[in-house]
């Protein structure tokens, strides 16, 4: 016992000495970030006591009372940790509109050990020459020939949907969290996800553990790096056994889909549907024909789209779906419209079909108004630059809630209300173009965002072809845990009901 008193003690006296070397080398940026609205800190531990002791939709609805109290800029720190918070769209658009402060903040370099330098994680020029590589992956021909995947994975959604009735409610995140990591398997790998097969459900539930070790690091500041987290956490030798699950099916696969693989010329349309392109086929072209990327860098991409793809639709299309249960006078509006739009109830869309659902699309941007699948992402600054008055430092950690963003009542009148005519076109004209970013924005935007509101819409279209949609429990509140994405701290229950016609 007084061996273990004396590491415990050790290890307390190095934490400190840690923590005092920190604040001691950042005192310059501490100094400015200090003079920032933000709540009252301690010495040394800052607002560590603030958010220790709080779970997670706790700490959620902290971060939303501090940004009611002291929007649109303020800061905290932990444990010698700076971080300012941006709430307000004309600071984000100071942030996010130029070619200044493109480097993510210091939480991403949680997921490198996974992701690598990938799309997610690098800056500079690496940075632009993958975006050039991956851009071509989202021309209009490529996302037509992902549209079979989505309405293959679809129907497949529908019909497990159909055995699911038999209970009497369903919760729908894990079924829709499936249908999503199956559709980005495919259209990143090329291959599709057996869970029969033991190394496809070890990788997938590797993606849905290493999600809880991230999440886990991210709210905990004495766990960024490394040392702290290998040291003073179980959970740093689980995550090596994650990483290499991870790793190792992802090397499979590229190795198996480049044994055959020959070059192509990615603007031909007849090619580029011969070839039935995965985005790790530009790459492995852009490896072959042009030399300007290795090995690694390919991994770095397709673990990326991995990480990026399949959550946030998944989130976004849950939140949809539980607004389509409480606010059911727009299931009439979007069934109506779908079978104008396709003429037939069982017909599957096509990419100009999905561009006509008008009302469809007004109801998920307001769905991801209330509910951004990102609610939150980080940027380090440049240089040092004035925000709402204030002079924030170079080098400062900055993070901004899109979710706080999304619900000021500046912009969005009544911001808690539900109401998808707030996308009519005449109601856009004049918004803030920062006000609804829940892609983000400027030249560090989700890439991939025509590909998620596409597969969303499928999804939408061939569940609301097939179904009704109730609320298992219509009085259950909505509580938010703080995690990567906007995930619902409880199940979201729906019921399913056959349309008869």
Same mark, same amino acid.
């Given at each position: 016992?007084?061996?273990?008193?004396?590491?415990?003690?050790?290890?307390?006296?190095?934490?400190?000495?840690?923590?005092?070397?920190? %604040?001691?080398?950042?005192?310059?940026?501490?100094?400015?970030?200090?003079?920032?609205?933000?709540?009252?800190?301690?010495?040394?531990?800052?607002?560590?006591?603030?958010?220790?002791?709080?779970?997670?939709?706790?700490?959620?609805?902290?971060?939303?009372?501090?940004?009611?109290?002291?929007?649109?800029?303020?800061?905290?720190?932990?444990?010698?940790?700076?971080?300012?918070?941006?709430?307000?769209?004309?600071?984000?658009?100071?942030?996010?509109?130029?070619?200044?402060?493109?480097?993510?903040?210091?939480?991403?370099?949680?997921?490198?050990?996974?992701?690598?330098?990938?799309?997610?994680?690098?800056?500079?020029?690496?940075?632009?020459?993958?975006?050039?590589?991956?851009?071509?992956?989202?021309?209009?021909?490529?996302?037509?020939?992902?549209? !079979?995947?989505?309405?293959?994975?679809?129907?497949?959604?529908?019909?497990?949907?159909?055995?699911?009735?038999?209970?009497?409610?369903?919760?729908?995140?894990?079924?829709?969290?499936?249908?999503?990591?199956?559709? %980005?398997?495919?259209?990143?790998?090329?291959?599709?996800? &057996?869970?029969?097969?033991?190394?496809? !459900?070890?990788?997938?539930?590797?993606?849905?553990?290493?999600?809880?070790?991230?999440v886990y690091r991210i709210i905990r500041p004495w766990f960024h790096t490394s040392f702290g987290f290998n040291l003073l956490s179980s959970l740093g030798a689980r995550l090596k056994e994650v990483l290499?699950?991870?790793?190792?099916?992802?090397?499979?696969?590229?190795?198996?889909?480049?044994? &055959?693989?020959?070059?192509?010329?990615?603007?031909?349309?007849?090619?580029?549907?011969?070839?039935?392109?995965?985005?790790?086929?530009?790459?492995?072209?852009?490896?072959?024909?042009?030399?300007?990327?290795?090995?690694?860098?390919?991994?770095?991409?397709?673990?990326?789209?991995?990480?990026?793809?399949?959550?946030?639709?998944?989130?976004?299309?849950?939140?949809?779906?539980?607004?389509?249960?409480?606010?059911?006078?727009?299931? &009439?509006?979007?069934?109506?419209?779908? %079978?104008?739009?396709?003429?037939?109830?069982?017909?599957?869309?096509?990419?100009?079909?999905?561009?006509?659902?008008?009302?469809?699309?007004?109801?998920?941007?307001?769905?991801?108004?209330?509910?951004?699948?990102?609610?939150?992402?980080?940027?380090?600054?440049?240089? &040092?630059?004035?925000?709402?008055?204030?002079?924030?430092?170079?080098?400062?950690?900055?993070?901004?809630w899109i979710y706080d963003i999304h619900r000021n009542p500046k912009y969005w009148p009544e911001p808690e209300k539900f109401d998808p005519d707030r996308f009519l076109p005449e109601n856009c004209v004049?918004?803030?173009?920062?006000?609804?970013?829940?892609?983000?924005?400027?030249?560090?935007?989700?890439?991939?965002?025509?590909?998620?509101?596409?597969?969303?819409?499928?999804?939408?279209?061939?569940?609301?072809?097939?179904?009704?949609?109730?609320? #298992?429990?219509?009085?259950?509140?909505?509580?938010?845990?703080?995690?990567?994405?906007?995930?619902? #701290?409880?199940?979201?229950?729906?019921?399913?009901?056959?349309?008869?016609?």
């Amino acid at each position: 016992m007084d061996v273990f008193k004396s590491v415990c003690s050790v290890l307390a006296a190095v934490l400190v000495i840690y923590i005092v070397y920190k %604040i001691f080398k950042k005192r310059s940026v501490l100094k400015k970030v200090y003079k920032l609205p933000g709540p009252p800190r301690l010495p040394i531990f800052g607002n560590f006591f603030d958010l220790f002791n709080c779970d997670s939709v706790q700490l959620f609805e902290k971060f939303r009372e501090w940004g009611r109290k002291y929007s649109p800029v303020y800061s905290f720190t932990v444990l010698g940790l700076p971080v300012v918070v941006v709430t307000g769209p004309d600071e984000f658009e100071k942030i996010a509109s130029g070619s200044k402060h493109l480097t993510k903040g210091i939480t991403y370099t949680l997921v490198e050990p996974w992701l690598g330098k990938g799309l997610l994680t690098n800056s500079g020029s690496l940075w632009q020459q993958r975006r050039k590589i991956l851009t071509p992956a989202f021309h209009f021909s490529i996302l037509q020939e992902f549209l !079979k995947v989505f309405n293959k994975e679809t129907a497949r959604l529908v019909e497990i949907i159909k055995q699911e009735n038999k209970k009497s409610a369903t919760n729908i995140v894990p079924l829709i969290s499936q249908t999503t990591l199956n559709t %980005i398997a495919e259209t990143s790998f090329g291959t599709t996800l &057996d869970l029969t097969k033991k190394d496809d !459900k070890n990788y997938v539930s590797a993606i849905h553990e290493m999600g809880k070790i991230l999440v886990y690091r991210i709210i905990r500041p004495w766990f960024h790096t490394s040392f702290g987290f290998n040291l003073l956490s179980s959970l740093g030798a689980r995550l090596k056994e994650v990483l290499s699950t991870l790793h190792s099916f992802t090397e499979r696969i590229v190795l198996e889909r480049s044994r &055959d693989f020959k070059p192509f010329e990615v603007n031909k349309d007849d090619e580029t549907k011969r070839k039935k392109l995965a985005f790790l086929d530009l790459l492995l072209n852009a490896k072959i024909s042009k030399g300007i990327i290795d090995d690694q860098g390919i991994m770095d991409e397709v673990n990326t789209f991995m990480f990026e793809g399949h959550d946030t639709t998944a989130t976004g299309l849950s939140w949809a779906l539980r607004q389509l249960a409480i606010h059911t006078e727009y299931q &009439d509006q979007i069934y109506e419209e779908i %079978i104008s739009v396709l003429g037939d109830a069982q017909k599957q869309p096509d990419l100009n079909d999905l561009n006509e659902l008008k009302v469809m699309e007004r109801f998920i941007k307001e769905t991801l108004r209330l509910f951004p699948a990102v609610p939150i992402i980080s940027r380090m600054l440049d240089e &040092d630059t004035e925000l709402n008055g204030y002079l924030v430092p170079k080098e400062a950690s900055i993070d901004i809630w899109i979710y706080d963003i999304h619900r000021n009542p500046k912009y969005w009148p009544e911001p808690e209300k539900f109401d998808p005519d707030r996308f009519l076109p005449e109601n856009c004209v004049n918004r803030h173009p920062f006000a609804f970013v829940p892609f983000s924005a400027g030249p560090r935007n989700c890439i991939g965002q025509r590909f998620a509101m596409y597969e969303m819409k499928a999804i939408l279209c061939g569940i609301m072809q097939n179904f009704s949609v109730e609320i #298992a429990d219509k009085n259950e509140k909505v509580e938010i845990i703080t995690d990567m994405v906007l995930r619902s #701290a409880h199940a979201i229950n729906l019921k399913f009901i056959p349309r008869t016609n």
